[in-house]
């Protein structure tokens, strides 16, 4: 699933520039380091140059790009000491989205939590390229905040899953055992599917930590 088809189509051209070019750095398709062509993207994006500038505004406060003056904007490195600060914040506030999505899921929820599951039974992550399982990781989080009902707690989320997916991206080559970490999305969606919230509130937990510890592993 791309970032083009997850856009309503009533998004502004800044709102759909800014999802296109997270997307693209999110999944290292712009490398981190690099200098940012705005021309170059907005012809990419088949848009004008100044919804391309109005989102390298908001992916800088998102952390995913920097400006200097005088030298332009870049693509933010992806360092592995970011992870204790994006993990101390994810700890609290992942097991707080499934408890919350457990509580308060709607039915269009529940079913695009069951659709999931369905899926996800019959996936081999093996077998899959880098970008569709990231994608699918992706995916799955976002459900769980978009469940909650908060749209303070799922942008602030978002945000910091997208630090942690760039972190994953550069170190997925190297894990051994990723399938099992994506497999874990298995029980926590079935806590909230079947409104268990301790349950969910616990396993969002450990996931956040288990991805922690393998990331650290390989450092």
Not at 26 to 47: F, G, N, Q, V, Y
Not at 186 to 212: C, M, T, W, Y
Request: proline share 4%.
């Amino acid at each position: 699933m791309t970032a083009s088809e997850e856009q309503p189509a009533t998004l502004s051209m800044a709102e759909k520039a800014y999802l296109a070019i997270r997307d693209r750095l999110i999944m290292l398709d712009i490398p981190p380091m690099t200098a940012i062509d705005d021309a170059a993207l907005a012809r990419s994006l088949e848009i004008g140059r100044t919804p391309v500038r109005e989102a390298l505004k908001r992916l800088e406060i998102d952390r995913l790009v920097v400006s200097y003056p005088r030298r332009g904007t870049f693509a933010t490195s992806v360092d592995i000491t970011d992870l204790a600060y994006i993990s101390d914040l994810r700890v609290h506030l992942e097991p707080l989205a499934a408890r919350r999505a457990a509580e308060v899921a709607t039915e269009a929820d529940l079913e695009e939590i069951d659709s999931l599951l369905d899926r996800l039974d019959g996936a081999d992550f093996r077998s899959m390229e880098r970008d569709e399982i990231m994608r699918w990781d992706l995916h799955v989080h976002r459900t769980i905040y978009h469940a909650t009902g908060n749209p303070h707690l799922e942008d602030t989320l978002i945000r910091y899953d997208n630090l942690a997916t760039r972190i994953f991206c550069v170190f997925l080559d190297r894990m051994q055992d990723f399938d099992s970490h994506v497999m874990e999305h298995s029980a926590l969606l079935r806590a909230i599917g079947s409104q268990k919230p301790d349950k969910a509130e616990q396993l969002a937990r450990e996931h956040v930590l288990n991805f922690d510890k393998a990331m650290r592993s390989l450092v």
